[in-house]
């Protein structure tokens, strides 16, 4: 889009004024029934009721009116590997067995760059399909993975989190790299790519099992250098992973401390998972600043456990939380899904988790923990551009039950439960279009 691009939307928009977890969920919420966004140079100029925002519209720019939807800021996916697309919903094994199966093969083909980008370009492309214009992303071991994927995002104007997995130990020799190789080529990406654009790098060992106590120690230097760089990684995801770790780190005095011995623990570090984690560990995050990415559709498709996401972020010691989809473990690329399924989990540890609560996690809380709720995450004046429009009739039985909804919030709850890419009618992203069901069609 060209520097000086305008555009605008109008339709019910919803977002946040405050934290539904620290406040009544209802009062979170800002909802403007006939609101009009304006949008120039990539972020919101203006936002507000269409009457009175209307006197702000530049000329001849007229607003897209998405009669019906609902205008929400772009959802965040705090934990998603793209090289796992192709082994995503893969049959019958647990976490360990898992990654053996399946993802070390498929992760194996992105040695060849024409894999990356063919994958990087269709993955992308699903993401704005899904409504979500922000994603912490894993690429493999193949700095080329990286540059494919940094390069289709920043062509889009995306603002992506993405780095190079790390892994010098059990992993296949085509996956294996070494300490020197993955920090001088994590290092290179980090010089090419951080802060590029809207392009944001994370330096990315896949666990605690599958780096030397080495490798861990020189992604904390890596860190060292920039307090903006991020940090990605899995943590007590599983029981026999936890298992593997206490045996390859007899010293250490839990899963976090591990990592927080190589300085690894620290605000933009999101740990994936978290489920079989201590009191000590939860409180080591919040005093940190260090975020969780809770991804309960991987969680149960892998049968890993509930995550306990109220404990988490219990007002006595709050650590920061988003959601993630984690495909290829996770069912789904879709937040819609990615909320329901966390809705369930809450069921489970007999919690209810209310709507407003889900698309805080999906959004403004995910921004939050990402520290990038200053630029992304609400709808606002000033923040970037990133949009999604949902369709709460897309489907007959969502038309059917929407006919039944009483409240905004009933409506929202019934889009999280049965609601999925379907929803999505349009995706702008810094202020562009990037995603529009009746111009792209299902493709
Ligand atoms: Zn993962």
């Given at each position: 889009m060209s520097p000086a691009s305008c555009a605008a939307i109008r339709g019910r928009a919803i977002t946040f004024r405050a934290n539904p977890f620290e406040v009544p969920p209802s009062d979170s919420l800002l909802v403007e029934d006939d609101a009009l966004i304006v949008m120039k140079d990539g972020r919101i100029s203006a936002f507000g009721a269409y009457d009175v925002v209307k006197a702000a519209l530049p000329e001849g720019v007229t607003p897209v009116h998405y009669k019906d939807c609902l205008i929400s800021a772009g959802f965040i996916d705090t934990h998603v590997h793209y090289p796992q697309l192709p082994v995503i919903a893969a049959w019958g094994e647990q976490l360990l067995e898992w990654l053996e199966t399946y993802v070390f093969p498929a992760e194996a083909a992105f040695a060849d760059e024409a894999v990356a980008r063919d994958m990087a370009k269709h993955f992308l492309a699903e993401l704005m399909r899904c409504g979500t214009t922000t994603a912490a992303v894993y690429c493999t071991s193949h700095p080329q993975s990286v540059e494919a994927f940094f390069a289709e995002a920043e062509r889009l104007g995306a603002r992506m989190i993405a780095g190079k997995v790390l892994m010098d130990r059990n992993a296949p020799d085509a996956l294996r790299d070494t300490v020197q190789r993955g920090y001088d080529e994590s290092s290179a990406l980090i010089d090419r790519?951080?802060?590029?654009?809207?392009q944001l790098y994370a330096v990315t060992p896949r666990f605690a099992i599958t780096s030397t106590p080495e490798q861990l120690e020189a992604a904390g230097d890596l860190l060292r250098r920039d307090a903006s760089i991020f940090m990605q990684t899995h943590l007590a995801e599983n029981l026999t992973e936890v298992d593997a770790v206490r045996r390859l780190f007899p010293d250490r005095r839990s899963y976090l401390d591990v990592y927080d011995h190589a300085?690894?623990?620290?605000?933009?570090s999101v740990f994936g998972h978290a489920i079989h984690v201590e009191e000590a560990e939860l409180c080591r995050c919040h005093e940190t600043g260090a975020a969780l990415s809770h991804c309960p559709s991987s969680n149960l498709f892998l049968g890993s456990g509930a995550f306990r996401l109220f404990d988490a972020l219990d007002s006595k010691r709050p650590v920061r939380v988003g959601l993630g989809?984690?495909?290829?473990?996770?069912?789904?690329?879709?937040q819609l899904r990615t909320m329901g399924e966390a809705y369930k989990v809450a069921q489970m540890t007999g919690r209810r988790l209310h709507a407003a609560q889900a698309l805080w996690l999906a959004t403004a809380g995910a921004a939050r923990s990402l520290e990038l709720d200053d630029r992304i995450g609400v709808i606002a004046p000033?923040?970037?551009?990133d949009l999604c429009v949902l369709d709460p009739h897309a489907t007959p039985l969502l038309q059917y039950r929407a006919s039944h909804c009483e409240s905004l919030e009933d409506l929202l709850f019934a889009l999280t439960i049965l609601g999925d890419d379907r929803c999505i009618r349009a995706t702008w992203v810094g202020g562009a279009c990037v995603h529009n069901l009746e111009r792209d069609g299902g493709q």
């Open positions: 790519w951080h802060g590029k654009g809207r300085g690894l623990v620290r605000p933009r989809s984690d495909v290829g473990a996770g069912t789904s690329l879709s000033g923040m970037e551009a």
